[in-house]
């Protein structure tokens, strides 16, 4: 793999999330100089693994791992201050100092107290019908920013009589919506809550800055951008499974908007897929297997929410869904993660089609209903024994192993460049 070629460059989840973004992104850092977080906020949970030693990031970009990387947390980010201050500490308690190289967007939207409430109440109420959201409060957060009357930014921290005064506002009609939609009987204190979100302010006032700003200077300066995407394709509140979705816009497309970077400042765009699929929270997964099959690749895999420790749905590859997801938002090459966690099984299935009583379906659709009622068409292919974690090359996998990664590739229609046999960087094997 040529990484000088890439050019600026994004790495996006192809399917429901989790599909191993984090290690990709850790992977390329070296290879760049700012890694950017462009959507959601503390839903994501990125794995890292170096040397044995598991980092786990919800907020900061996973290119803070890296000495000397900068780091920025863009426009479109829903954040979690308190919980970023946790991970900054955390990581400093563990030798990796983030510092000044940390830049965070005056215009990311803060999450609040009262966002993870809404979260939580609205799922309450909604029952069987919930989404199952990781009750990060990114729904309620984004609604504010859309509504913007409701909304707190970043930048807003800086102004503390003016954030008092709003949060008193805002507080003062979530207590009352509370009340009346969900019965709630515990109101949020507006004035405490000030208090504490400017103690927070104070710890991160030289990381605030107009990251856009920022960003044009690098890329006039020739300096490589990785955009670190969050969520997976499919849960792209536009184009996703809606509404069983996150709220931002988790492809590639969310890019420009949500980083603040012109649309064709992006050469490269890495879709990051599992062997398999995985998904976590409600709605429709057509490959979905609720068999010993199913829970072989759970236990192989470790396939429990790196957020919300659920167990994720396991089933088998969708390349329908993978080539949606690389028409929508315009995937140029594919990381193919967990091969390592296949070994053992006689056959393994990769779903070519749907089809519903009322015949096939022309593709991926996003309507839940359509999409639940499809039967997935199946092609197996031989597995392998094999323990392939110790593969160093892809020439050295097993045959049966490297016909189904050709069989993914000529499905996805673009070229597989990284195949990933482990959760440490060094079980990473790569193709020019
Ligand atoms: P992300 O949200 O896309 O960054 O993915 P997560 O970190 O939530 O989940 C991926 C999990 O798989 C993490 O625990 C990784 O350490 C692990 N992982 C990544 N690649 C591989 C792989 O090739 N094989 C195995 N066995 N584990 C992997
Ligand atoms: P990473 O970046 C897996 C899912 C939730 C839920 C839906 C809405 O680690 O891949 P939200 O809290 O965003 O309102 O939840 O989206 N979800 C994820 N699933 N990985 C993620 O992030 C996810 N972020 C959101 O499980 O179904
Ligand atoms: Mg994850």
Redesign the pocket.
């Known amino acids: 793999m040529d990484f000088r070629s890439l050019g600026h460059t994004c790495v996006v ?1 192809m399917h ?4 191993g ?1 984090g290690k990709i992104v850790d992977l390329l850092t070296e290879h760049f100089d700012i890694v950017v977080r462009y959507n ?1 906020g503390g ?4 794995t890292v693994q170096i040397g044995g030693e598991k980092f786990a990031l919800h907020l900061l970009p996973v290119g803070v791992l890296s000495p000397g990387k900068a780091a920025v947390v863009g426009p479109g980010i829903a954040l979690d201050l308190p919980r970023m201050l946790e991970e900054i500490a955390t990581l400093s308690q563990r030798g990796i100092e983030v510092g000044d190289r940390l830049k965070i967007s005056d215009r990311a939207h803060l999450v609040m107290p009262y966002h993870k409430k809404q979260d939580a109440l609205s799922e309450a109420a909604l029952g069987d019908g919930k ?6 409060g ?2 309620p957060c984004y609604a504010d920013k859309m509504q913007r009357a409701t909304a707190l930014r970043v930048g807003d921290l800086l102004s503390p009589d003016n954030f008092r005064e709003k949060l008193r506002r805002i507080v003062q009609q979530k207590n009352a919506l509370f009340s009346a939609i969900y019965g709630d009987s515990e109101p949020i204190s507006a004035d405490s809550l000030a208090d504490e979100y400017l103690g927070y302010a104070e710890q991160v006032r030289r990381n605030i800055c107009d990251t856009t700003q920022f960003l044009y200077e690098n890329i006039q300066a020739g300096r490589r951008l990785l955009f670190e995407g ?3 394709t499919l ?1 792209d509140v536009d184009h996703g499974t809606y509404p ?4 931002s816009s988790t492809s590639a497309l969310g890019v420009p908007a949500g980083a603040g970077v012109p649309t064709q400042t992006i050469k490269t765009v890495l879709g990051v897929t599992k062997a398999y699929t995985t998904r ?4 429709p997964m057509p490959t979905e297997l609720h068999d010993d099959t199913g829970q072989y690749i759970r236990d192989r895999g470790h396939e429990y ?3 919300t420790g659920r167990p994720r749905r396991c089933g088998w590859f969708d390349a329908v869904a993978g080539q949606y997801s690389v028409r929508v938002g315009g995937v140029t090459q594919v990381a193919v993660m967990h091969l390592d966690t296949l070994t053992g099984l006689d056959r393994i299935g990769i779903c070519t089609g749907y089809r519903t009583p009322n015949g096939p379906l022309p593709g991926f659709v996003s309507d839940p209903a359509l999409l639940a009622a499809a039967e997935p068409v199946i092609e197996y292919l031989p597995g392998w024994k094999e323990d392939l974690r110790s593969a160093r090359s892809i020439d050295a996998l097993p045959a049966n192993a490297r016909a189904y990664l050709d069989r993914i590739g000529t499905l996805l229609g673009v070229p597989i460049t990284i195949v990933s046999v482990g959760p440490e960087r060094t079980q990473t094997l790569l193709r020019s």
């Not at 429901?16 to 599909?19: A, K, L, S």
């Not at 989404?131 to 990060?136: H, P, V």
């Not at 976590?280 to 709605?283: C, E, I, M, N, Y």
């Open positions: 989840g429901w999330g989790d599909e973004k959601g839903n994501a949970g990125h989404i199952g959201t990781t009750a990060r990114i729904g969050a969520n997976g849960l069983y979705v996150t709220s976590v929270g409600s709605g929410g790196t957020t």
